[in-house]
């Protein structure tokens, strides 16, 4: 209701410019200015925009790909974003990894999902604090307390076959740069997508690599929610409102998707619906679908859609066991791209 105020207000306030602008030149200058700014934006649209990849490191990935594990399995005393995470997977059926990484203050680059560590004497920010520091502290407790390295993540997947999403919650271009050299050293272009949920990322990641995977992450409600509660106050709600408003518009209509050149989005279920899928597919652009819980939504959208979906408890949704996951699950569910 408020956006649609707001687009009243703004309308109202050029019929009123146009009004004016019969007798002062200054005016007609300006309101021939926003006028032509919709033609201004189409001609920067079409300079600007980036295309997709066209390379068959594309079809291969996604061949390939058919159920991303959602940091790992962590069930019972397994931990998140582990390689013990990671082999519980694979044994439940995972055939790609979806994992967080992020840098820290002298470039190292770990697999971690929050962006500090709170101990009992301080909380550490990862990319504010070295890495010898961060490798001292016990983060998930027990034997195995330490923090993965992101080149050991990478050597267990390309030792075990499984391909990999890497998910920038944070972005540098050094980190991109590092990331660039380790597909060309490894030879990972068909077997590695990136994934970010800032536009802004996404666009500077395709203008630096022009064959990396690259997929955007998003959600209606993305601005306005935020842990399952209204994000802002009662005066400044409308603006996170009318943001979700041209996300979703800039989304669906894919007019965003299309001038950043991503290769594929990630929906969450709630968002994705048959239209949107096809005219993606149409364009150039997968969709793996994300927040499915229930097996009827499994069954539409992984059979039915043939779409690859991101799982956090492969037992849960898919049935499948195995000894590792005979404990209670722990350490999941919510925000799953936080």
């Not at 002298?106 to 990319?127: E, F, H, K, Q």
């Not at 994705?272 to 069954?299: C, F, H, P, W």
């Amino acid at each position: 209701m408020i956006p649609m105020l707001i687009w009243f207000i703004f309308i109202v306030l050029i019929a009123l410019l146009a009004c004016l602008a019969i007798k002062f030149l200054a005016l007609r200058i300006v309101l021939a200015l926003i006028l032509s700014l919709p033609i201004l934006v189409s001609i920067g649209f079409c300079v600007l925009r980036r295309s997709p990849v066209t390379e068959t490191n594309k079809p291969i990935f996604f061949n390939n790909t058919n159920i991303v594990s959602e940091r790992g399995e962590a069930h019972g005393l397994v931990h998140e974003n582990t390689i013990a995470a990671f082999r519980q997977a694979k044994q439940n059926g995972a055939d790609t990894i979806k994992m967080d990484v992020r840098m820290t203050k002298d470039g190292m680059i770990i697999v971690l999902r929050p962006d500090s560590i709170l101990t009992d004497n301080a909380t550490y920010t990862i990319s504010e604090t070295h890495w010898i520091q961060i490798n001292q502290l016990n983060v998930y407790g027990g034997n195995n307390g330490t923090i993965l390295s992101f080149d050991e993540a990478v050597s267990w997947c390309e030792a075990n076959k499984m391909n990999m999403i890497w998910h920038l919650p944070d972005f540098s271009g050094d980190l991109l740069t590092y990331l660039r050299n380790k597909i060309m050293q490894d030879s990972l272009y068909s077997k590695v997508a990136v994934t970010t949920y800032h536009s802004l990322v996404a666009l500077k990641m395709r203008c630096t690599d022009t064959q990396l995977l690259i997929g955007l992450v998003w959600k209606s409600n993305e601005f306005s929610i935020q842990n399952g509660t209204a994000t802002g106050t009662m005066y400044t709600a409308w603006f996170f409102s009318m943001m979700d408003s041209f996300t979703y518009w800039g989304v669906r209509s894919l007019l965003v998707p299309s001038f950043l050149g991503v290769d594929f989005l990630v929906t969450s279920v709630e968002d994705a619906d048959r239209a949107l899928i096809l005219e993606s597919a149409a364009s150039g652009i997968k969709t793996i679908i994300y927040d499915m819980a229930t097996v009827q939504e499994r069954n539409y959208f992984a059979h039915q859609m043939q779409l690859p979906m991101i799982v956090d408890d492969l037992v849960e949704l898919l049935g499948t066991t195995s000894p590792a996951s005979a404990s209670n699950n722990s350490n999941r569910k919510s925000n799953r791209f936080s």
